[in-house]
T-cell receptor
Framework: SQQGEEDPQALSIQEGENATMNCSYKTSINNLQWYRQNSGRGLVHLILIRSNEREKHSGRLRVTLDTSKKSSSLLITASRAADTASYFC????????????FGKGTTLSVSS | SAVISQKPSRDICQRGTSLTIQCQVDSQVTMMFWYRQQPGQSLTLIATANQGSEATYESGFVIDKFPISRPNLTFSTLTVSNLSPEDSSIYLCSGGDSNYGYTFGSGTRLTVV
């Protein structure tokens, strides 16, 4: 069953602009992860934020986590055409050995 | 992080036949999983591949239709049996450790005709 819900479902921006995607989830988590998928290919792991962390950075990516609201956001700064892809949040529940549960994803289109 | 080689990358199969997908990990991983991604949709977990024992299937997925093997900590296969057009999807394997993030194979795009 789906755990996360991304918002918006689709986002179109110009190169150089920032893109913000949000993810909400339902149950308590061990960590939350963001992945990118280019055009139906394999997923690329972007960033993992643990339940006791509030913010994490990796290059042009910034992820926040608010466990009280059960929500996370992914910010991509100074976007590029190569950032065009689908972005998924995935939650890892508080149980050892459980699989990730994926949200529905946000499709980002960056035009030059 | 681990690197996963998945094959085939795509296949076109006849109804009623089966397709076996293989995933090879370049290092031992505790957990391996199989997902299905229908066109334009998110990933749905099919099963957890358990090393040396039967896979653990999610609701809606059964062993007769999706038999899985995992003979060791670096290899797993998923077979999609008795194919129908509804099985046309991308199938992905995943492996790793939940504390560090999971790696995914590049996916197998299956078309059933």
């Amino acid at each position: 069953s789906q755990q996360g819900e991304e918002d918006p479902q689709a986002l179109s921006i110009q190169e150089g602009e920032n893109a913000t995607m949000n993810c909400s989830y339902k149950t308590s988590i061990n960590n939350l992860q963001w992945y990118r998928q280019n055009s139906g290919r394999g997923l690329v792991h972007l960033i993992l934020i643990r339940s006791n962390e509030r913010e994490k950075h990796s290059g042009r990516l910034r992820v926040t986590l608010d466990t009280s609201k059960k929500s996370s956001s992914l910010l991509i700064t100074a976007s590029r055409a190569a950032d065009t892809a689908s972005y998924f949040c995935a939650t890892d529940l508080n149980q050892a050995g459980t699989a990730l549960i994926f949200g529905k994803g946000t499709t980002l289109s960056v035009s030059s | 992080s681990a690197v996963i080689s998945q094959k085939p990358s795509r296949d076109i199969c006849q109804r009623g036949t089966s397709l076996t997908i293989q995933c090879q990990v370049d290092s031992q991983v505790t957990m391996m999983f199989w997902y299905r991604q229908q066109p334009g949709q998110s990933l749905t977990l099919i099963a957890t591949a358990n090393q040396g024992s039967e896979a653990t299937y999610e609701s809606g997925f059964v062993i007769d239709k999706f038999p899985i093997s995992r003979p060791n900590l670096t290899f797993s296969t998923l077979t999609v049996s008795n194919l129908s057009p509804e099985d046309s999807s991308i199938y992905l394997c995943s492996g790793g450790d939940s504390n560090y993030g999971y790696t995914f194979g590049s996916g197998t795009r299956l078309t059933v005709v």
